[in-house]
Structure formats: structure tokens, C-alpha cells
T-cell receptor, first 112, second 111 residues
Framework: NAGVTQTPKFRILKIGQSMTLQCTQDMNHNYMYWYRQDPGMGLKLIYYSVGAGITDKGEVPNGYNVSRSTTEDFPLRLELAAPSQTSVYFC???????????FGSGTRLTVV | DQQVKQNSPSLSVQEGRISILNCDYTNSMFDYFLWYKKYPAEGPTFLISISSIKDKNEDGRFTVFLNKSAKHLSLHIVPSQPGDSAVYFCAARRSQGNLIFGKGTKLSVKP
């Protein structure tokens, strides 16, 4: 059972470039989340989804977009990358809001 | 405005002794609290949780205490082991809400 899988693990982007961070889960969880963690800071919610076709903004959504066409996949799109988006990105999933989250191993993104 | 606060960035403890990690929150609507553990280059993993209707939950070496009147919870690890060295995140949520995380406390357990 793979759990939550994130790709790539590392990426360096130039300012203004775009990329998609991939996240897939095989636990048939309805809820999926994207968090970012900056050095010395907690995890901040970017976007979340309560099911296929439904997404909503979290605390820090600016500069990002998401889609949820299937239960398994929840990609995070960065358009026009900026240095402020240098961070570690974590995808997570849960069966419902009452359950704890299962996290992926993260994507470390550097924008130069 | 931080709703979940972990005011100690780091904690160092001798192997075999007790580790106490603290967390304060400001939102009285939170009904569920969780602790996550994170090793370098890995995602956080769920450790233990507590509902707001309880004041204690125990799981092996890990115990979480909740003081609702003080809006304070703590994680006790007894006895501490070197493998417990990690960053510990406190998290809280309201009913049907998303988790809100603290900044984390880095625990170092020295042999």
C-alpha cells in the first residue's frame, strides 16, 4: 500500500516558469490537501478538496491552482513561479474531516 | 494570527527521561487535537490525538493532556528514546474543519 505519493521530490525553477506538483493516493480517501512548510514555520494550507470535482482555497492560495478530476489525484499547479514560493510542499489525504491526515514525503521546491 | 502556538522551538532531553512538549491554542471552537511527528526529508506522521471532551489520552509511551480552561495541551513521552528525536507538530481543528498546525518543536533525545 503506497499511501500518498508525491512527485517530484526536488525541483529548481526559474522565476516565471510554471510547473505541476503531482499527488496521488491509493486509499480511496475523499479529502485531499496541499500544505507548504517554510523554514521554522508550521504547515500552511494552500488548497483542499472534499471529493472529486470539488476544491476550495485554504490559508495561502495565491499563486497556485488545483484540480480534482479523480478521487486519487490532486495536482498543484504553480503559474509564474516567484522566489516566495520556495518551500517544501506536502500533500495529504484523509477519509473524512474527523480522521487524521496521511502525508506524502514532500516536494522541495526552489525558485531562483 | 496564530491559532495554534508552540512557543518552544527546541527541546533537549536525556535518554530515559520524560519529554514534555507544549501547545497553546486560542480558538475555543476547536474540538479535536492531534500531534504529528516529522523526521527530516519525510512527511509528518500521525502520533496521537485527543477529543475536546477528554482530558487525557494514552498510547504506549505517549500521553496527551488537554486543559480546556487554559487552552493548553501537552505531549508527554516516557521514557524518551533517541529514535524520538524529530520535529513534533501540534494541530487542531473545528468540527468538519481543516487542521491548523503549530510551528513545531524540535526534540533531541541524547543517549
Amino acid at each position: 500500500n503506497a499511501g500518498v505519493t508525491q512527485t517530484p521530490k526536488f525541483r529548481i525553477l526559474k522565476i516565471g516558469q510554471s510547473m505541476t506538483l503531482q499527488c496521488t493516493q491509493d486509499m480511496n480517501h475523499n479529502y485531499m490537501y496541499w500544505y507548504r512548510q517554510d523554514p521554522g514555520m508550521g504547515l500552511k494550507l494552500i488548497y483542499y478538496s472534499v471529493g472529486a470535482g470539488i476544491t476550495d482555497k485554504g490559508e495561502v492560495p495565491n499563486g497556485y491552482n488545483v484540480s480534482r478530476s479523480t478521487t486519487e489525484d490532486f495536482p498543484l499547479r504553480l503559474e509564474l513561479a516567484a522566489p516566495s514560493q520556495t518551500s517544501v510542499y506536502f500533500c495529504a489525504s484523509s477519509y473524512s474531516a474527523e480522521y487524521g491526515y496521511t502525508f506524502g514525503s514532500g516536494t522541495r521546491l526552489t525558485v531562483v | 494570527d496564530q491559532q495554534v502556538k508552540q512557543n518552544s522551538p527546541s527541546l533537549s532531553v536525556q535518554e530515559g527521561r520524560i519529554s514534555i512538549l507544549n501547545c497553546d491554542y486560542t480558538n475555543s471552537m476547536f474540538d479535536y487535537f492531534l500531534w504529528y511527528k516529522k523526521y527530516p526529508a519525510e512527511g509528518p506522521t500521525f502520533l496521537i490525538s485527543i477529543s475536546s471532551i477528554k482530558d487525557k489520552n494514552e498510547d504506549g509511551r505517549f500521553t496527551v493532556f488537554l486543559n480546556k480552561s487554559a487552552k493548553h495541551l501537552s505531549l508527554h513521552i516516557v521514557p524518551s528514546q533517541p529514535g524520538d528525536s524529530a520535529v513534533y507538530f501540534c494541530a487542531a481543528r473545528r468540527s468538519q474543519g481543516n487542521l491548523i498546525f503549530g510551528k513545531g518543536t524540535k526534540l533531541s533525545v541524547k543517549p
